[in-house]
């Protein structure tokens, strides 16, 4: 009888819409390499003698900066230097946003504290192998020291990456300036923490999604402001930690110990990943202390990329 057929078939209707996600949502395990790396190109008005042209060639055709997904770069704030970088890495990564406060044109969209009178950009852009579905930029509100006169914020890309996409936050949080009043600087970071977390969640972004949130965050790595920053930003460090023991060292590179000799050796880059969006099976960070070929500054022979050192992690998850 036709009743008969159709209850025959009704295990099997089942049986196909159970199984129906897996057909739809079939989840690709992906191997993404992200770079961090503060390039110190400050202003060339203010500061003629650290090679930033000599140097930005040096650092687009280094070895370190190459088979990436996405590179996030900090400190591109003297616009020659930052152009030449740029140009030089085209070829490999030619998606590119432009520099964080520098402009509100060929963002999709700007918010946050926005100053069209900041002295100095934000120094902060993202470079892709993928095409860049969105650009964003947010300006931080407070500041002190020299931060004051710049528009420190946050890029934020949405990446076609093979038809899935992927959110990839770049950032250069306040850093510690002796002209900042005690414990002015970490408040600030704070403070922007909690307006970066606000603006994710504001994003909507779906919970399969990756989000990745890199940078020079300014905060020590194995303290109690680090774990604060893990919490306020919902986000996981990297699972492993590998290479030299410190991003920004005091005794080792030669142009952070020209300025700060007897400072103590700081780790304050990462490239961390966002808790409530899609789960990293893995995030390895290496720590690459690397040195450049030679150039003279100053009748003086020096061998560094930048005062910090980039920071590469490669990261293994599901989308």
């Given at each position: 009888?036709?009743?008969?057929?159709?209850?025959?078939?009704?295990?099997?209707?089942?049986?196909?819409?159970?199984?129906?996600?897996?057909?739809?949502?079939?989840?690709?395990?992906?191997?993404?390499?992200?770079?961090?790396?503060?390039?110190?190109?400050?202003?060339?008005?203010?500061?003629?003698?650290?090679?930033?042209?000599?140097?930005?060639?040096?650092?687009?055709?280094?070895?370190?900066?190459?088979?990436?997904?996405?590179?996030?770069?900090?400190?591109?704030?003297?616009?020659?230097?930052?152009?030449?970088?740029?140009?030089?890495?085209?070829?490999?990564?030619?998606?590119?946003?432009?520099?964080?406060?520098?402009?509100?044109?060929?963002?999709?969209?700007?918010?946050g504290s926005y100053s069209s009178t900041a002295v100095e950009n934000g120094g902060v852009l993202i470079l892709s192998k993928w095409p860049m579905i969105q650009m964003h930029q947010f300006i931080y509100k407070g500041a002190c020291g020299a931060d004051w006169f710049?528009?420190?914020?946050?890029?934020?890309?949405?990446?076609?990456?093979?038809?899935?996409?992927?959110?990839?936050?770049?950032?250069?949080?306040?850093?510690?300036?002796?002209?900042?009043?005690?414990?002015?600087?970490?408040?600030?970071?704070?403070?922007?923490?909690?307006?970066?977390?606000?603006?994710?969640?504001?994003?909507?972004?779906?919970?399969?999604?990756?989000?990745?949130?890199?940078?020079?965050?300014?905060?020590?790595?194995?303290t109690t402001e680090f774990n604060s920053l893990l919490t306020r930003l919902d986000a996981a460090q990297p699972t492993t930690y590998n290479g030299h023991p410190w991003?920004?060292?005091?005794?080792?590179?030669?142009?952070?110990?020209?300025?700060?000799?007897?400072?103590?050796?700081?780790?304050?880059?990462?490239?961390?990943?966002?808790?409530?969006?899609?789960?990293?099976?893995?995030?390895?960070?290496?720590?690459?202390?690397?040195?450049?070929?030679?150039?003279?500054?100053?009748?003086?022979?020096?061998?560094?990329?930048?005062?910090?050192?980039?920071?590469?992690?490669?990261?293994?998850?599901?989308?």
């Amino acid at each position: 009888s036709v009743k008969m057929k159709v209850t025959a078939l009704l295990p099997l209707a089942i049986a196909i819409t159970t199984m129906a996600p897996s057909f739809t949502f079939a989840s690709k395990n992906v191997t993404l390499s992200v770079l961090s790396n503060n390039v110190y190109f400050l202003s060339e008005v203010l500061y003629p003698n650290w090679g930033q042209r000599t140097r930005a060639q040096l650092i687009a055709s280094s070895d370190y900066i190459r088979n990436h997904d996405v590179v996030v770069f900090q400190e591109c704030f003297d616009s020659d230097p930052c152009g030449m970088l740029r140009d030089g890495l085209r070829a490999q990564y030619p998606h590119q946003t432009p520099t964080v406060g520098q402009t509100k044109s060929g963002w999709t969209s700007t918010s946050g504290s926005y100053s069209s009178t900041a002295v100095e950009n934000g120094g902060v852009l993202i470079l892709s192998k993928w095409p860049m579905i969105q650009m964003h930029q947010f300006i931080y509100k407070g500041a002190c020291g020299a931060d004051w006169f710049s528009n420190k914020g946050f890029a934020y890309v949405i990446l076609d990456y093979q038809g899935s996409k992927i959110h990839v936050f770049g950032t250069h949080m306040q850093s510690d300036d002796s002209s900042c009043s005690s414990g002015q600087a970490a408040r600030y970071r704070a403070e922007a923490l909690d307006a970066w977390r606000s603006y994710i969640n504001s994003r909507n972004v779906p919970e399969g999604e990756l989000v990745i949130m890199a940078g020079d965050f300014n905060i020590k790595r194995d303290t109690t402001e680090f774990n604060s920053l893990l919490t306020r930003l919902d986000a996981a460090q990297p699972t492993t930690y590998n290479g030299h023991p410190w991003t920004w060292d005091t005794q080792a590179n030669e142009i952070a110990h020209y300025n700060y000799p007897n400072d103590p050796s700081e780790y304050i880059d990462f490239v961390l990943t966002d808790k409530k969006h899609a789960a990293v099976k893995s995030s390895v960070q290496t720590a690459i202390k690397v040195q450049s070929s030679e150039y003279i500054l100053k009748s003086v022979p020096y061998h560094e990329y930048s005062d910090h050192y980039p920071v590469r992690t490669v990261i293994q998850a599901d989308l």
